[in-house]
């Protein structure tokens, strides 16, 4: 079975703090995604990546910053951390390829809360 | 820019009951669709994936269509279960090549009574 876990379920920070996220997967998939999910908003995407070093920004990038050192893991950066980030964070991951028809699969995400 | 609608936005039925989720994309240009289901506070599970090529997907008392010409997909539920009480995420794909991001509509909460 795929796993895709994320390194915290909840988090408290303050505002200012630099945040790190943390997402790793155990099945060797290229693509990496990074989500907020806010109530009536839906799922935005933040950043994906889809190789060791490659990044690409989604629909939301700004305030974050992401870093994929390894092809297995995936970090998510809130460089200084603000209030209106408050929010639920989902890591996901997926084949390309000839693999592609493959599903998306979520980490259990992370309640971030910033006070 | 590809746009995914979920209709109805919230779902009460008896238990037992066979039911019908709806969503919607406005650029048929898809790879391929998938349904997923969230309990509260939790991640996404996915339930059911439908390439561009194929009409339906079935799971156990799941089916899921496809029909791409229209942009519309159903999810059909049978002998709702009060465990099957959850949101409903329909996202389709755009491309395989690398990079390719689903793009979600906002979900359908389904809520079975006993």
Known sequence: DVKVTQSSRYLVKRTGEK???ECVQDMDHENMFWYRQDPGLGLRLIYFSYDVKMKEKGDIPEGYSVSREKKERFSLILES??????????????????????????????????L | ??????????????????LV?????????????QWFRQDPGKGLTSLLLIQSSQREQTSGRLNASLDKSSGRSTLYIAASQPGDSATYLCAVRTAETSGSRLTFGEGTQLTVNP
């Open chain 1, 19 to 21: 945040v790190f996220l």
């Open chain 2, 1 to 18: 820019k590809q746009e995914v609608t979920q209709i109805p936005a919230a779902l009460s039925v008896p238990e037992g009951e066979n």
């Open chain 2, 21 to 33: 989720l709806n969503c919607s994309f406005t650029d048929s240009a898809i790879y391929n669709l």
């Open chain 1, 81 to 114: 951390a603000s209030t209106n980030q408050t929010s639920m964070y989902l890591c996901a991951s997926t084949h390309v390829g000839s693999y592609s028809n493959q599903p998306q699969h979520f980490g259990d995400g992370t309640r971030l809360s910033i």
